[in-house]
T-cell receptor, first 111, second 113 residues
Framework: GQQLNQSPQSMFIQEGEDVSMNCTSS?????WLWYKQDPGEGPVLLIA?????ELTSNGRLTAQFGITRKDSFLNISASIPSDVGIYFC???????????FGKGTTLSVSS | DADVTQTPRNRITKTGKRIMLECSQT?????MYWYRQDPGLGLQLIYY???????NKGEISDGYSVSRQAQAKFSLSLESAIPNQTALYFC????????????FGPGTRLTVL
């Protein structure tokens, strides 16, 4: 089946550092979504992207829908301890289909 | 109150037992989903339903079945649980609109001994 390649698999950073993670697909997507999962919780939507080239921010988070429609990245600036969690990208290749999820990036932040 | 609720939150059972996980939503969404999460594998889609009369298999439907009893309720059953079905299970809903954003429940941790 279709897969998303999400990288890196894990990151260990110091508080205050910037973080970048990305997802790539072998096929074109119409929608890219970024979710965060806190320990013991379900994933929560951070940012949704619907157009190629779209750049969207949510506080310290910025995500972009790649021009080729086959990739997306998420940046977190000035990380803080509560940024700890698993970040998932997800994509949809056509209307009416279910989301495809990446395997997640586990972020650890040390103060 | 949470928009998407799952019961039970934790369950330990034995091999061969029948298990039902339940999901309820108050968001008024037509679409509901069941995912399984294993460490390092992300979220894998088990089944999804776009309305009460609609059931679709996802990536890993073998060994599972579902029932969409009403718009607000979508249950997942393991007819004869096996140890490799030990995982975290999430229910999600979406409205099917242009964005079709999915909203997740808090998860059910299932352990099959």
């Amino acid at each position: 089946g279709q897969q998303l390649n999400q990288s890196p698999q894990s990151m260990f950073i110091q508080e205050g550092e910037d973080v970048s993670m990305n997802c790539t697909s072998s096929s074109i997507f119409n929608t890219w979504l970024w979710y965060k999962q806190d320990p013991g919780e379900g994933p929560v939507l951070l940012i949704a992207l619907y157009k190629a080239g779209e750049l969207t921010s949510n506080g310290r988070l910025t995500a972009q829908f790649g021009i080729t429609r086959k990739d997306s990245f998420l940046n977190i600036s000035a990380s803080i301890p509560s940024d700890v969690g698993i970040y998932f990208c997800a994509g949809r290749n056509q209307a009416g289909t279910a989301l495809i999820f990446g395997k997640g990036t586990t972020l650890s932040v040390s103060s | 109150d949470a928009d998407v609720t799952q019961t039970p939150r934790n369950r330990i059972t034995k091999t061969g037992k029948r298990i039902m996980l339940e999901c309820s939503q108050t968001k008024g969404h037509d679409r509901m989903y069941w995912y399984r999460q294993d460490p390092g594998l992300g979220l894998q889609l088990i089944y999804y339903s776009f309305d009460v009369k609609d059931i679709n298999k996802g990536e890993i439907s073998d060994g599972y079945s579902v029932s969409r009893q009403a718009q607000a309720k979508f249950s997942l059953s393991l007819e004869s649980a096996i140890p490799n079905q030990t995982a975290l299970y999430f229910c999600a809903t979406s409205d099917g609109g242009v964005a079709d954003t999915q909203y997740f429940g808090p998860g059910t941790r299932l352990t099959v001994l």
